[in-house]
């Protein structure tokens, strides 16, 4: 059964950039057809889709935020990033790596626990 | 982009109650509408794919309905285990989007 975990900085500076990992065990993020996504949870607030990179390469991101975002794979690690840049305290929540099944509904199948990231000096 | 309107925002049952929440799409997605659970302090987990399809592993008192613009998650009959925060999500576009979520609280 695959597994996702985040990792990353808990704190990041205003006006700097987060960085996140999530690292995949339990298969390949080659393996079928699938997609890998973030989103992201302030405090006592609903979930936000970042966005999603396809294996191949082709990435969708959510458009309030595509301006500042990054995300990118490597395949060889099983791995998949997460690049904001220019965070605010806006930019504070838990953040959750996930696996999306790329046909069909589309459904996020997984997802890590998350990792609290604090923007802030 | 296509908005997600989940109502209520929150309610209050019994155990035993019938639950039903609701999803509005700002247009029509087919069925391509997925429903998550949200425990406090946890991830989200998948109840819900294409509309009506249950996850693997979901009890069967967790249904869903819906297409086009509207859609419901029914809890037959609400159990412990089940008071949490609820959210949908479309998959139509490649901007996906979730519902602001419902949360069930105990009466």
């Known amino acids: 059964q695959v597994q996702l975990q985040e990792s990353g900085p808990g704190l990041v500076e205003p006006s700097g950039t987060l960085s996140l990992t999530c690292n995949v065990s339990?298969?390949?993020?080659?393996?079928?057809?699938?997609?890998w996504s973030w989103i992201r949870q302030p405090a006592g607030k609903g979930l936000e889709w970042i966005g999603r990179?396809?294996?191949?390469?082709?990435?969708n991101y959510n458009p309030s935020l595509k301006s500042r975002i990054t995300i990118s794979g490597d395949t060889s690690k099983d791995q998949f990033f997460l690049k904001m840049r220019s965070v605010t305290a806006a930019d504070t929540a838990v953040y959750y790596c996930?696996?999306?099944?790329?046909?069909?509904?589309?459904?996020?199948?997984?997802w890590g626990q998350g990792t609290l990231v604090t923007v802030s000096s | 982009d296509i908005q997600m309107t989940q109502s209520p925002s929150s309610l209050s049952a019994s155990v035993g109650d019938r639950v039903i929440i609701t999803c509005r799409a700002s247009?029509?997605?087919?069925?391509?509408l997925n429903w998550y659970q949200q425990k406090a302090g946890k991830a989200p987990s998948l109840l819900i794919y294409?509309?009506?399809n249950l996850q693997i592993g979901v009890p069967s008192r967790f249904s869903g309905s819906g297409f086009g613009t509207d859609f419901t998650l029914t809890i037959s009959a609400l159990q412990p285990t089940d008071f949490a925060t609820y959210f949908c999500?479309?998959?139509?576009?490649?901007?996906?989007?979730f519902g602001g979520g419902t949360t069930v609280e105990i009466k």
């Open positions: 294409g509309a009506y």
């Open positions: 990179i396809f294996i191949g390469g082709s990435t």
């Open positions: 996930a696996r999306g099944r790329g046909h069909d509904a589309e459904e996020l199948d997984s």
């Open positions: 999500q479309q998959t139509y576009n490649n901007v996906l989007a």
């Open positions: 339990g298969g390949s993020i080659t393996s079928g057809s699938y997609y």
């Open positions: 247009q029509s997605i087919s069925t391509s």
